[in-house]
């Protein structure tokens, strides 16, 4: 949890650092916004029926900026990264390309939907990238994201798709 802290606050750093002051008092400004709006952290319904989140920013009219967006997958990623290195202690000495696939997987199912592919963790807290391979293959998610899961299955065994005995 502190690492997530600490990715939070390098991510506010920037911001601060990139996004321009509108103006001395935007202080006052920004808390009496912040009281009138209040904080929700999802999406909901608007008093006109728009898409808001946040302090009120219009997602239907405004979506997000493209750099907010990238701040967001930074952050995702970071901690999709974090899991990992809670569920595998030695995922540092993992290859770059098993790394990526792994955070891909976290990062598009979430840790507790990856937590649920016990055999495939096994296999890789084994060292056996062909099995864990072959349980992803055998999922329910390889077949909801086939092209996305066979991207990752192909980065952790290059060539599992390439041999008959799988």
């Not at 690492?3 to 920037?14: D, P």
């Not at 202690?89 to 997987?105: G, P, Q, Y």
């Amino acid at each position: 949890m502190l690492k997530i802290k600490k990715v939070l606050c390098a991510i506010i750093i920037v911001l601060l650092f990139t996004v321009p002051k509108v103006y001395a008092d935007s202080t006052t400004t920004l808390n009496l916004i912040k009281q009138n709006e209040g904080l929700v952290l999802k999406p909901y319904k608007g008093p006109k029926g728009s898409l808001l989140i946040g302090y009120g920013h219009n997602l239907g009219v405004n979506g997000i900026p493209k750099e907010i967006a990238g701040y967001l997958l930074l952050l995702e990623v970071r901690v999709a990264e974090i899991h990992l290195r809670s569920i595998f202690i030695n995922f540092k000495t993992f290859s770059k390309n098993r790394k990526t696939a792994l955070t891909d997987m976290m990062y598009c199912m979430g840790k507790k939907n990856f937590l649920t592919f016990k055999k495939t963790i096994k296999a890789i807290k084994q060292n056996n990238w062909r099995k864990a391979a072959n349980e992803i293959e055998k999922s329910l998610w390889y077949r909801k994201f086939t092209t996305r899961s066979t991207k990752d299955i192909k980065l952790l065994c290059p060539d599992y798709f390439e041999n008959s005995y799988r």
